[in-house]
């Protein structure tokens, strides 16, 4: 038995030391310290011997199985630090090497034109209010002299949710809601730029949603003269120095008188082209004196204060700013419009 014990020994060690992977060391391990192994089957047969032999054969058996774990665990530590050199090695990360560069995005050129309407703004003591984009008939139309069954409301197809409740057609309620808080008290003076929605086909100068902002100022003695004199700041500061603005005679029903400005032509300086068909000019916004009846709906005496308010479509003077003839770029996130804006352009 003390041979076999010692055949067994020299016989696992030279297994272990020629296994390849650590299946073939495991496989190893059970083979012959397993329950079914040949050292097993050696002790089975101590019955035979004296009880002189039985002591020594015991120790020699547990010996062999010591000498053979250990020289498993050898080998499993060497295999495995093998393994994490060899996936250091593979993983192995050149740092001299250049970086991937970063896309870095940009500014949306609606984003873009919108930041610098509400900075002009501001600049000139105007706040940006807010409201909601579902919005009650009341405010949308109602309050802003347009009652149930006027024909006008059809100059806004609408969105409605309930009979009482649709998508804003235009930021005016924001207006109506601003007057209100002020509880027929002045002076206000607020921009609203947002989002609004229309029943419209979608086309190059057209869509159901869009970008609006509008202007409202209320206090006592003001004038056409005011509004005149603002527009023409924001024309020139948006447009350029040159820029020459006029004003038609228009209709809106929540101002009185209504008009629509526009602005001479930056192609032909105002000469006429294709661009402003041959006029010279090119409209952009829509503005007027608060209607009274809209000043006395939101609790203002019409003959202490007035106002003027007046309404533009971003997408449209951001075409105009920069060239764009198709309105349908700024929502279609065409990677290759958008990289045309620099980040840090003016």
């Avoid at 002045?186 to 086309?203: A, E, F, M, N, T």
């Avoid at 006592?220 to 020139?236: P, Q, Y």
């Avoid at 000469?271 to 209607?291: F, P, S």
């Amino acid at each position: 038995m003390q041979e076999r014990l010692q055949e067994l020994q020299v016989e696992a060690i030279a297994k272990v030391e020629a296994a390849s992977n650590l299946k073939e060391l495991n496989d190893i391990r059970v083979a012959y310290l397993g329950k079914k192994g040949p050292i097993t089957e050696v002790l089975r047969g101590m019955g035979k011997l004296s009880a002189e032999e039985r002591p020594k054969i015991g120790a020699l058996a547990n010996e062999v199985r010591e000498a053979i774990a250990q020289k498993i665990e050898e080998k499993q530590i060497a295999m495995e630090e093998a393994a994490v050199q060899e996936k250091l090695a593979a993983e192995k990360i050149d740092v001299t090497l250049p970086g991937r560069p970063i896309k870095v995005g940009n500014h949306h050129p609606l984003t873009k034109v919108i930041e610098e309407i509400e900075d002009l703004f501001i600049g000139m003591g105007y706040q940006v209010a807010e409201g909601p984009e579902v919005e009650k008939d009341y405010y949308n139309f109602e309050a802003l002299n347009l009652p149930k069954g006027h024909p006008a409301r059809d100059m806004q197809d609408s969105f409605y949710i309930t009979e009482e409740i649709l998508l804003r057609t235009h930021t005016s309620p924001v207006q109506a809601r601003t007057m209100e808080k002020h509880e027929g008290k002045g002076p206000v003076k607020i921009i609203c730029p947002g989002k609004v929605y229309r029943r419209d086909h979608d086309d190059a100068t057209h869509s159901h949603q869009f970008t609006q902002i509008e202007g409202l100022v209320i206090d006592e003695n003001i004038r056409m003269s005011d509004l005149k004199g603002t527009l023409e700041v924001f024309a020139k500061r948006m447009f350029g120095e040159d820029r020459e603005i006029r004003l038609r005679p228009s209709f809106f029903p929540f101002t009185e008188p209504s008009v629509e400005m526009d602005i001479s032509c930056k192609m032909c300086g105002g000469h006429g082209c294709n661009v402003c068909k041959g006029t010279g000019w090119i409209e952009i916004l829509g503005a007027g004196m608060v209607h009274p009846n809209v000043l006395e709906m939101a609790g203002f005496d019409s003959n202490k204060y007035s106002g003027f308010a007046f309404g533009m479509g971003p997408e449209r003077i951001a075409m105009l700013k920069y060239g764009i003839d198709d309105i349908r770029h700024f929502y279609t996130n065409d990677i290759r419009f958008l990289k045309q804006f620099s980040r840090h352009e003016g």
